[in-house]
């Protein structure tokens, strides 16, 4: 079966340092996705990403964040200036055209320290 | 704004013990409702998906599921749990453009005993 492919698995950066996460989509899919999980609090949707721009985000979505796609297969996700809040655990998903069904990825720790 | 409610945070089961999952949501519109697994150091699966028809569906590994419009709830059940079910299970309902902005409930994690 297909798979949403998130790295890195874990990563621990500096309060202030930039991060990128990284994910390779589903291939066929056109829709993208980023959601977050707070140690011990629900999944939280960030961003939607279809057609090379945002078609929805959140309020947690700040200038702080960014999503690009650099190619034809990565989904990032770029948080300019890490704070001790933003460690969780970050999802990648997508999305077929035609489908309904969101396919997520394993997930990166981010731990700000 | 959305929300979804997972009652039961912690379960612990036997093996062959029936399961029920509550699950509310609360948004006037059109949702679509789905229910994901996430065994322990996996990623989110989906089990099963409700976007119209008939209210009773069923999904992967003999789970199903029924919402009642009326009690604004998607119930997750399984009539008789392996140990293999041990895994946190995550209500969600997807609304916004294509119905697919996940507003997921708090999860319920449960264990069963061999």
């Known amino acids: 079966e297909p798979e949403v492919t998130q790295t890195p698995s874990h990563q621990v950066t500096q309060m202030g340092q930039e991060v990128i996460l990284r994910c390779v989509p589903i291939?066929?899919?056109?829709?993208f996705y980023w959601y977050r999980q707070i140690l011990g609090q629900k999944v939280e949707f960030l961003v939607s990403?279809?057609?090379?721009?945002?078609?929805?985000k959140s309020e947690i979505f700040d200038d702080q964040f960014s999503v690009e796609r650099p190619d034809g297969s990565n989904f990032t996700l770029k948080i300019r200036s890490t704070k001790l809040e933003d460690s969780a655990m970050y999802f990648c998903?997508?999305?077929?055209?035609?489908?309904?069904?969101?396919?997520f990825g394993e997930g990166s720790w981010l731990t700000v320290v | 704004a959305q929300s979804v409610s997972q009652h039961n945070h912690h379960v612990i089961l036997s093996e062959a013990a029936s399961l029920e999952l509550g699950c509310n949501y609360s948004?006037?519109?059109?949702?679509?409702l789905f229910w994901y697994v996430q065994y322990p150091g996996q990623h989110l699966q989906l089990l099963l998906k409700?976007?119209?028809?008939?209210?009773l569906v069923k999904g992967i590994k003999g789970f199903e599921a029924e919402f009642i419009k009326s009690k604004f709830s998607f119930n997750l059940r399984k009539p008789s749990v392996q140990w293999s079910d041990t895994a946190e299970y995550f209500c969600?309902?997807?609304?916004?453009?294509?119905?697919?902005?996940?507003?997921f409930g708090g999860g319920t994690r449960l264990m069963v005993k061999p």
């Open positions: 998903a997508s999305r077929s055209n035609s489908g309904n069904t969101i396919y």
């Open positions: 291939s066929n899919h056109l829709y």
């Open positions: 990403f279809y057609n090379n721009e945002i078609s929805e």
């Open positions: 948004y006037g519109g059109t949702v679509n």
């Open positions: 409700y976007f119209s028809g008939d209210p």
């Open positions: 969600a309902a997807g609304t916004g453009n294509a119905g697919n902005m996940l507003t």
